[in-house]
């Protein structure tokens, strides 16, 4: 009996191009339905177009077959940005994969707004590359130093202060890494809002 209940519980959408998705159907409008994964409901919020339904069967079993795409629909993608997530067509993307795709778009028809986001992005994954390179040869370099003016036990404090600044440059630009690395997502997440607009 509790495996009936739990399968009554939620809202079934027959898609064209894959198997039946079990879901909470959260809005259903005039072009699109928006979802969550019935397994993750604090998840990210999904979206789908009316020309990739087939039917959907409500956890009440009532069933809806009313879903045509508009003639006039829009087929350029849209971003779905919930929290620090990024998702397209139903598909959870890295910042980068978002970022290529609207790097795909012409310039000359983007926003200065747009463009000098993208621009934003650009340099902050350069500086993120350009500390993550910078670390290993710090850390690399550090020991390289130490072992070279390391002659004996009398030399050890000389070899650790050397071996240490080297781990603390190391770690430094890891840690600006990372910092570029988030200044440079939540840029990226902006221009896909703006991205979207210019849609």
Do not use: W
Not at 97 to 115: C, G, T, V, Y
Not at 146 to 162: E, H, M, S, V, W
Request: aromatic residues 10%.
């Amino acid at each position: 009996m509790v495996c009936i209940k739990s399968i009554n519980a939620q809202d079934t959408i027959f898609v064209k191009t894959q198997k039946p998705l079990l879901v909470r159907v959260l809005e259903v409008s005039s072009t699109e339905v928006r979802y969550k994964n019935f397994y993750n409901p604090d998840g990210i919020t999904r979206v789908l177009n009316y020309n990739e339904i087939d039917s959907i069967t409500y956890e009440n079993g009532k069933r809806e077959q009313r879903f045509l795409a508009p003639k006039n629909q829009i087929k350029d993608p849209f971003f779905v940005i919930e929290g620090n997530h990024v998702s397209l067509r139903n598909k959870d993307l890295t910042h980068m994969e978002a970022f290529k795709i609207m790097l795909q778009k012409d310039p000359q028809k983007n926003s200065d707004e747009l463009n000098n986001a993208l621009l934003n992005v650009e340099s902050k994954k350069n500086g993120q590359l350009g500390f993550i390179i910078v670390s290993p040869v710090c850390l690399v370099g550090g020991f390289y130093i130490a072992k070279r003016n390391y002659y004996g036990p009398n030399d050890l404090p000389k070899f650790r202060t050397i071996l240490l600044s080297g781990l603390g440059l190391a770690a430094g630009c890891f840690i600006t890494s990372q910092v570029y690395k988030a200044v440079k997502n939540k840029q990226i997440r902006k221009a896909a809002n703006l991205y979207n607009d210019e849609l």
